[in-house]
């Protein structure tokens, strides 16, 4: 899309983010998921990629964990801020792969398809190289995405309405570059036309695995969501451990033995 930078998405959607995607998913399990992962390193931070207006962070944080937060978008960490009345998270202007801060992190993880919002291969395995040099020498990569359904083609769909504003959803997808992108196109009589952009470039479980391995991290755990259910071929959805010790696992779900 001509034009679309590392912070169009956050400058776009900063001002309804909360309202819209509150509940896209189960935020206290995946805090609870996280706790968990790093409580093996207490004495380390944590790192949230993408971090938004602090959905998880802000909780993180209140838990008593040492949280910070890289963002390409100043509107969201001015969200963020307004959301984090205590000033526990410490927050970065960057991007996923050269704005990251030096660490050692007990732990980095990027929540809820967020990992797709870099764009190309290169830039996506450039992320995995740049965290594992951040993590600590125990530390863990935790990444949650769905697991994609090879589509193309175009689609238009409404997806709010009220007496005196539609919101529409306008995307393409492009199966042979693994891509999509769109718009939510706001009308209403008060404000008019605003349009909201949005690109990702998804990547399978196995292409994630390979980057993983690439960048020198293992697969610890997968799951199919934060409440430990089981991952299947089948799965719509995955959130997996990736380790800088390299402790192997069954494919299909929790850690062996």
Not at 33 to 38: C, P
Not at 106 to 113: L, S
């Amino acid at each position: 899309m001509d034009g679309y930078t590392n912070s169009t998405y956050g400058d776009a959607f900063a001002d309804v983010y909360d309202d819209w995607y509150h509940d896209v998913s189960d935020a206290e399990a995946t805090v609870d998921f996280i706790a968990e992962v790093a409580s093996e390193r207490a004495d380390l931070p944590v790192l949230e990629l993408g971090v938004g207006t602090g959905r998880l962070a802000v909780p993180l944080a209140a838990r008593g964990l040492q949280v910070v937060g890289v963002d390409a978008s100043a509107a969201m960490l001015a969200k963020l801020a307004d959301n984090d009345s205590s000033g526990l998270v410490i927050c970065h202007l960057g991007d996923m792969v050269d704005g990251l801060p030096a660490g050692p992190f007990a732990v980095v993880f990027v929540a809820f398809n967020t990992f797709f919002n870099l764009l190309d291969a290169a830039r996506q395995r450039a992320c995995f190289a740049a965290v594992a040099a951040c993590l600590s020498p125990d530390g863990a990569f935790v990444i949650e995405t769905f697991v994609p359904e090879p589509r193309s083609g175009s689609s238009v769909a409404v997806r709010s309405m009220t007496t005196d504003t539609v919101v529409l959803t306008v995307a393409t997808h492009d199966e042979a570059t693994q891509t999509a992108q769109g718009h939510y196109i706001s009308l209403s009589e008060a404000d008019g036309v605003r349009l909201r952009p949005w690109a990702i470039r998804y990547a399978t479980v196995e292409q994630l695995d390979e980057m993983a391995a690439l960048a020198g991290l293992g697969v610890s755990e997968r799951w199919e969501d934060p409440n430990h259910k089981e991952f299947t071929a089948d799965s719509p959805r995955h959130i997996t451990v990736y380790r800088t010790n390299h402790r192997r696992v069954r494919p299909e779900g929790g850690p062996t033995s």
